[in-house]
């Protein structure tokens, strides 16, 4: 059987917070809400894969010269030191 619960009280940091992660993951406030609940009672184990978005307003902003110079500065990992191997 799956009750209906009301919560009241929801401070309106903690909405906008509930509502981003919703937008971020795709899915609705009122899945978000029960999985962390599931999660916080230990009836649900956390995913361990974690999705960052800090760098993204970086993406796609590097011109064609600055992406050559990066490609010539990071070749080096590239080469296998065959005596290690």
């Avoid at 309106?12 to 981003?20: D, N, Q, S």
């Avoid at 971020?24 to 899945?31: H, M, Q, T």
């Avoid at 995913?47 to 800090?54: E, G, H, L, T």
Wanted: proline share 0%; no cysteine.
């Amino acid at each position: 059987m799956m009750r209906t619960m009301t919560l009241r009280g929801i401070d309106e940091k903690t909405a906008e917070a509930l509502k981003e992660k919703a937008r971020s993951e795709g899915a609705s406030v009122n899945a978000v809400t029960l999985r962390l609940l599931r999660e916080s009672l230990g009836l649900e184990k956390r995913k361990r894969s974690v999705r960052y978005s800090d760098l993204d307003h970086l993406a796609g902003t590097w011109s064609a010269e600055e992406e050559a110079e990066f490609e010539r500065n990071t070749s080096a990992f590239e080469k296998v030191d065959e005596e290690l191997w």
